[in-house]
């Protein structure tokens, strides 16, 4: 039998190899008796039980140490009589959700001492599902893809959420164990490898969390404490207790989870899925904790960690300092510069593109849109109407997992608009004041869909979903069916082909992007470096950049509309104020129709055919 004994408290939850033994913490505050179960393999039914015994400093909070355990040990948690459970705080589940908890080594062998993370201005994040980037969908396999991404002028790499989920077939939001990475990628020892491998490439990587809701399938938090509420609903069930009583261990649990991955993982960054989800009506939102914890977790080497958030409240405060009132977060997806982006490209009107006009896309190169207008798909107005937010911690795209999931059959805009009109997005993205993201294959002209798919073992929830997936498309977009998500097939045509960037179609859009991220670099776009102002014409968008120190003023002309259109930048009438072509999309090197004719010194541009033209002023 296994000697224990109480062990000095750790920083985390959850089982922790040391160089004496396993140190097992648990938060059950309900409890009257926990112990622990540890699996025997010589003895499968007859395992070792241990008794915990409770922290007299914190309460809820049951500690044990036990010196025969080591890196591998499988356990489980007994609550009063009741069956066993895995750890709530599991950092590996190497038989699935339903399986033992397995204990970690928090050693690893880092190479990444040198790495100097790029600053949030300077990012180009590109988003990335481990499971369908490459065939073999494993940690291990993305990592031969990274000096591609470097060439192409990517900085982070943002991986959708790798937090265990049922079987090996999710987008990730299903995860129910948010310290364990998913086993069927490679765990955590897959992901460390991942992460040093990004940093000896000079990549940032970006981690995709979910802190507002957990999956249906193997959730095992309810039975340990108050982690969820009844006062509140989310989309995709139970709301978690943010704010009520026993609020404070429940965000001490998140708040660890993502910090783990932080210190023990090496994680530069993390994107907060859906967080106007997460309800919290306390003084101090959950949100901003959170960021006020990661921004001084104690990181290696000192790198600091950026937070950064998806919300569909259009809300400014997220990212503005704490001291002027906000939650001080570091950046936000911007949805409605997609929005009204794809409503420029595609005239498509339903659903929530029914919020958005092709002007919106001006403002939308200075962050938010409607500022309390009335969002019809809503029923009710968007945003605040008076707070401004800075473009420079906006992220935006033309596409993200999200807005290719949410039509039918997901459809990427590839497929869903002709070259011409892909080549221009690419443009808009890039060149924007905001910081740009991509979504994996499209610098490849990726033709395969990202529809929804999961692995569920229960028969009544795999009918759910789909029955939820059938009424949640009703009315949105054209398309029929939407495929089964639960089908194997489903899953691999969503697997992107590499081979696309080495010939053809696929090899002239990776140029582009490539070209369009050097002039990012070189002429230096962003937000901050001067006055950017921005105007819609119908089928058409002119932005402009001047009054910058050592930097060209610039001109981006965008035409929509097949037939072209007649922009005038700054200057017009002025022969001394000469315009530069940097880079035109209609290019026939990158599959256009041919160059933008350069007109006469202060006569209008024609774009004869959709096309985005970046332009450089050559004053004398």
């Known amino acids: 039998m296994p000697t224990s004994s109480r062990p000095t408290p750790a920083p985390f939850l959850g089982a922790w190899a040391t ?4 140190r097992f913490r648990l938060w059950a505050p309900s409890a009257e008796r926990v112990s622990l179960v ?24 049951w500690l044990l140490h036990v010196e025969e355990a080591g890196p591998g040990t499988r356990y489980r948690f007994r609550l009063d009589d009741a069956p066993p459970l895995p750890d709530p705080a599991s950092m590996a589940q190497p038989d699935g959700v339903h399986g033992s908890s397995a204990v970690v080594t928090p050693d690893f062998a880092w190479s990444d001492h040198a790495f100097v993370a790029p600053s949030l201005a300077d990012s180009v994040f590109y988003e990335l599902h481990v499971g369908t980037f490459t065939g073999d969908g494993t940690f291990d396999a993305a990592t031969a893809h990274f000096e591609h991404l470097v060439d192409l002028g990517i900085t982070t790499v943002e991986l959708l959420p790798v937090a265990q989920f049922p079987g090996g077939r999710n987008w990730g939001y299903d995860g129910v164990f948010p310290f364990a990475a998913q086993d069927s990628y490679g765990g955590l020892d897959g992901l460390r490898r991942l992460v040093d491998a990004a940093h000896g490439h000079g990549l940032a990587v970006c981690l995709d969390v979910v802190h507002n809701h957990l999956g249906p399938e193997g959730n095992v938090l309810g039975r340990y404490g108050p982690y969820f509420t009844d006062r509140y609903r989310t989309p995709w069930g139970d709301a978690l207790n943010f704010d009520g009583p026993g609020s404070d261990g429940v965000r ?4 660890e989870s993502a910090t783990f991955f932080a210190v023990h993982a090496h994680i530069d960054a993390f994107r907060l899925d859906a967080v106007h989800a997460i309800v919290d009506s306390s003084a101090h939102p959950y949100v901003e904790e959170l960021t006020e914890v990661l921004h001084r977790t104690p990181t290696s080497e000192g790198r600091p960690v950026l937070v950064i958030a998806e919300s569909a409240s259009d809300d400014p405060r997220l990212t503005r300092p704490a001291g ?3 939650w001080g977060l570091d950046g936000q997806w911007n949805d409605d510069f997609h929005h009204a982006l794809h409503v420029s490209l595609t005239a498509e009107r339903r659903g929530y593109y029914g919020d958005y006009r092709p002007e919106d896309l001006a403002a939308a190169f200075g962050g938010f849109t409607h500022h309390g207008r009335l969002a019809p798909s809503r029923g009710t107005r968007l945003g605040h109407p008076h707070l401004e937010v800075d473009p420079g911690r906006m992220v935006v795209f033309s596409a993200n997992h999200d807005q290719i999931g949410n039509r039918p059959t997901g459809d990427r805009l590839t497929t869903q608009v002709d070259a011409d009109l892909a080549r221009v ?7 924007s004041p905001s910081i740009p993201l991509l979504f994996m294959g499209d610098e490849h002209a990726e033709v395969a869909p990202f529809p929804y798919f999961v692995s569920h073992t229960d028969a009544g929830l795999v009918e759910a979903v789909r029955r939820g997936r059938r009424q949640e498309f009703a009315g949105f977009a054209d398309g029929g069916t939407p495929p089964d998500p639960q089908a194997e097939a489903t899953f691999l045509s969503a697997k992107l082909d590499h081979r696309r960037a080495a010939s053809g179609t696929g090899a002239a859009r990776w140029e582009l992007h490539r070209d369009l991220l050097r002039a990012r670099r070189e002429l230096r776009p962003q937000a ?3 006055t950017v102002d921005a105007a819609t014409s119908p089928g058409s968008l002119l932005v402009t950049w001047h009054g910058r120190p050592d930097l060209p003023d610039l001109a981006l002309l965008v035409a929509f509309r097949p037939d072209g259109a007649r922009l005038t930048p700054p200057g017009a009438g002025d022969e001394s104020a000469r315009w530069l072509c940097v880079l035109d999309t209609a290019d026939a090197r990158w599959g256009g129709p041919g160059g933008t004719p350069v007109p006469h010194p202060g006569d209008p541009w024609h774009l004869p055919a959709p096309a985005a033209v970046l332009l450089r002023r050559d004053d004398p």
């Open 528 to 530: 901050g470096t001067g």
């Open 425 to 431: 997005a690419a443009a808009v993205v890039i060149l």
């Open 19 to 22: 160089d004496r033994g396993v």
């Open 252 to 255: 001490r649990y998140f708040q």
């Open 324 to 326: 002027e009132g906000g």
């Open 38 to 61: 540890l699996d025997d393999p010589d003895h499968p039914d007859d395992p070792d039980e241990l008794p915990l015994g409770l922290d007299p400093d914190q309460p809820g909070h």
